[in-house]
Nanobody, 115 residues
Framework: QVQLVESGGGLVQAGGSLRLSCAAS????????MGWYRQVPGKQRELVAV???????TYADSVKGRFTISRDNAKNTVYLQMSSLKPEDTAVYYC?????????WGQGTQVTVSS
């Protein structure tokens, strides 16, 4: 089992920055990739960014050039640095960890960008 604890959400003005953190515990050595997804009411959860244990990153087109995902393997923590935030980035952001057999989710953290 893997447990994920997120932090760093909040309210920010458009153009501002926030950094999300997600700490993994439990069977964290089995994690192959970690990432961030987001969801707004009435819509499906969507990929924001993913980073593999080898450091390969993938970003949604809507956040490329503005968001950066990074990972501290020693701390079993993944970060999402969000810059140039837009009102359309407002969502609940969920941390995700994938192993060979399972998919784990954090509890979610609210990010609200005011115009």
């Amino acid at each position: 089992q893997v447990q994920l604890v997120e932090s760093g959400g909040g309210l920010v003005q458009a153009g501002g920055s926030l950094r999300l953190s997600c700490a993994a515990s439990g069977s964290s050595r089995s994690i192959n990739a970690m990432g961030w997804y987001r969801q707004v009411p009435g819509k499906q959860r969507e990929l924001v960014a993913v980073i593999t244990s080898g450091g390969t990153t993938t970003y949604a087109d809507s956040v490329k050039g503005r968001f950066t995902i990074s990972r501290d393997n020693a701390k079993n923590t993944v970060y999402l640095q969000m810059s140039s935030l837009k009102p359309e980035d407002t969502a609940v952001y969920y941390c995700n960890a994938r192993t060979h057999f399972n998919n784990y989710w954090g509890q979610g953290t609210q990010v609200t960008v005011s115009s």
